[in-house]
């Protein structure tokens, strides 16, 4: 997958990008809430996206240590990924590169519920960006640890698989649990009342999905004669393994959807 960007700085030596279309999301959003609210809502998306790009950097750093080093991390408006060089076919590797995303999430929500409690009434609008932030944490942490794939739950379920039945077959599997799971957010989101930003995470964790068969499928099968690819394409493989991406994406990390200036009104009452 290809997102074009504009580099924030780096951490770890990893450039952090920001996706344009999220430069014109938040001013849109901002001009939606009361001038005096500004500043607490900046420094709240801030910390949101802060923390997105925390979890992905923690996936990039074990991928490192693997020998996978990664080549940026995005900052899209539904959430962030890490694109890797490479995935470690170690299975053990890649469940702990999977697990390093949720672990830093769940650090964070600890240190942000931290910082809540002892913020308390001596500054409430730092206690109220801490409040979010431990709970968009958290739920970051949960959502990604769902086993459907590509989520970083998805990818210990591909990594515990793929001793038994190879990675070939575990990574099909694993797709196809992934898109399911995809499918039934994408109509949940467009249901009433509609939540469009569900509906796009479904509609970005197919595509991933697929992209990541197709990627998989066309390194095992790169060489093969047709009789032998040929139970490996088609509807069910969701076409030519050869049409690739050229990266690993690891990610993206949804977000609480909860107004954050209805937490604030909520907090104050």
């Given at each position: 997958m290809h997102f074009s960007g504009y580099t924030l700085g780096r951490v770890a030596g990893i450039p952090i990008r920001v996706h344009g279309s999220l430069l014109i999301l938040l001013p849109l959003m901002l001009l939606q809430v009361p001038l005096s609210l500004w500043p607490v809502g900046l420094a709240a998306a801030a910390g949101l996206f802060g923390s997105i790009a925390l979890h992905e950097v923690g996936h990039s750093l074990v991928s490192a240590a693997f020998g996978c080093p990664a080549r940026d991390i995005v900052l899209l408006p539904i959430g962030g990924v890490a694109r890797l060089a490479c995935l470690p076919r170690n299975p053990r590797h890649e469940m702990w590169i999977a697990a390093a995303g949720p672990a830093v999430s769940l650090g964070l929500a600890g240190g942000f519920t931290l910082v809540d409690a002892v913020s308390g009434r001596a500054a409430p609008a730092l206690a109220?960006?801490?409040?979010?932030?431990?709970?968009?944490?958290?739920?970051?942490?949960?959502?990604?640890?769902?086993?459907?794939?590509?989520?970083?739950?998805?990818?210990?379920?591909?990594?515990?698989?793929?001793?038994?039945?190879?990675?070939?077959?575990?990574?099909?599997?694993?797709?196809?649990?992934?898109?399911?799971?995809?499918?039934?957010?994408?109509?949940?989101?467009?249901?009433?009342?509609?939540?469009?930003?569900?509906?796009?995470?479904?509609?970005?964790?197919?595509?991933?999905?697929?992209?990541?068969?197709?990627?998989?499928?066309?390194?095992?099968?790169?060489?093969?004669?047709?009789?032998?690819?040929?139970?490996?394409?088609g509807p069910l493989g969701w076409g030519d393994p050869r049409r690739i991406d050229d990266d690993v994406v690891v990610g993206p990390p949804p977000y609480a959807r909860r107004s954050f200036f209805a937490r604030w009104r909520d907090r104050g009452r």
């Open positions: 109220a960006v801490a409040d979010l932030l431990a709970s968009v944490n958290l739920s970051l942490a949960l959502f990604n640890l769902i086993p459907s794939f590509p989520l970083d739950g998805g990818r210990i379920f591909r990594a515990w698989l793929s001793p038994k039945i190879g990675r070939l077959l575990a990574t099909r599997i694993a797709s196809w649990i992934g898109q399911g799971f995809a499918l039934l957010l994408v109509v949940w989101g467009l249901l009433p009342p509609m939540r469009l930003m569900t509906a796009a995470i479904g509609f970005f964790l197919f595509h991933a999905a697929g992209a990541e068969w197709r990627q998989t499928a066309a390194t095992a099968l790169r060489g093969a004669s047709p009789d032998d690819a040929a139970p490996w394409l």
